[in-house]
């Protein structure tokens, strides 16, 4: 696997979390990716447009894991930064051209979706960058000591939809997060999420979210970016980000908003995969934060729920 990055001015305490957390990936999440021999995309879990052919086989790259690809490149201004609970980052992703992309689609209302998450999966974010008239987007990050992962999700205007990936120091005192095993139910603020389903490679997977307040479902959960939920799911080790594909939309005809918010996914391996779930209440945006590992292997048993590719956010 190659990921190329452009960090600068790395300390010595940084350098040695990130090789940690690569020979994790080799680990617990491999992926045997040769370097691409022609332009590819990371659109979603298993790959989907990511493919490309060697020595007469393919082989599928996740999302996330290239800071460039098909010609695009995601440099952020500064590979360093202090923490903080609010540390402005900005960051261009510049074109095949090599001049700093200007014009974008949106999707699901938004122009590019910016994911932090430091390298023992504490302190997701996912955030909506300001983008300035010479093509710099700009955010405010709330970050702690350690190795962050950076992605940004979007689609220039007349190409294809991409998820790119680097890495951003904090300086401080590293203190990594407790490691806990599966976590089917999460808490926040008085929220609770339960999920309910299994990932096994190679095979499509149903998860259902289902959220609930001091005991009672929530039946009124708000849009937010078009839908009832945002899933972001990443692989440990290596954090390949993967496209979670939301069931159904408000305002179809179907949908129901709340207690249960259905996703379709299929993950590339075996491993242990973090998810984090976005969903609005009483006017405020939640993260609630699972852990399951896919086991087995099985072949794909793709169900008719829509596209089952592309970006979810």
Request: aromatic letters at 6%; zero cysteines.
């Amino acid at each position: 696997m190659n990921t190329p990055t452009r960090l600068a001015g790395f300390g010595a305490v940084a350098a040695v979390v990130f090789g940690v957390a690569l020979l994790g990936g080799r680990a617990l999440g491999p992926v045997d990716v040769e370097e691409p021999t022609h332009d590819t995309h990371a659109g979603d879990a298993t790959g989907g447009h990511a493919e490309h052919e060697s020595a007469g086989a393919t082989t599928e790259i996740p999302g996330g894991l290239m800071t460039s690809q098909d010609g695009y490149t995601l440099t952020l201004d500064r590979a360093q930064a202090a923490a903080g609970s609010a540390v402005p980052v900005s960051f261009t992703i510049t074109g095949p051209d090599g001049a700093p992309v200007t014009s974008y689609d949106v999707q699901h209302e938004k122009r590019l979706h910016l994911i932090a998450v430091r390298r023992d999966f504490s302190g997701f974010q996912h955030v909506h960058p300001t983008l300035g008239g010479d093509g710099t987007w700009s955010t405010d990050l709330a970050l702690t000591p350690g190795t962050w992962r950076v992605f940004a999700d979007f689609k220039a205007t007349g190409a294809e939809a991409l998820t790119l990936g680097t890495d951003l120091a904090v300086d401080g005192r590293f203190e990594a997060a407790t490691a806990e095993g599966d976590t089917r139910t999460a808490t926040v603020d008085g929220y609770e999420v339960t999920l309910d389903g299994d990932l096994s490679a190679g095979a499509d997977a149903r998860l259902t979210l289902s959220v609930s307040k001091d005991g009672e479902p929530v039946t009124d959960l708000q849009p937010y970016l078009g839908a009832y939920g945002h899933l972001v799911a990443l692989r440990t080790g290596d954090l390949a980000y993967l496209h979670v594909h939301p069931d159904g939309e408000p305002g179809d005809g179907r949908t129901d908003p709340g207690p249960d918010v259905v996703f379709h996914t299929a993950v590339p391996s075996n491993g242990t995969y973090h998810l984090y779930l976005d969903f609005q209440h009483d006017g405020v945006v939640r993260t609630a934060a699972f852990t399951i590992t896919a086991g087995g292997t099985a072949e794909s048993t793709t169900e008719e729920h829509g596209e089952s590719s592309g970006h979810a956010h």
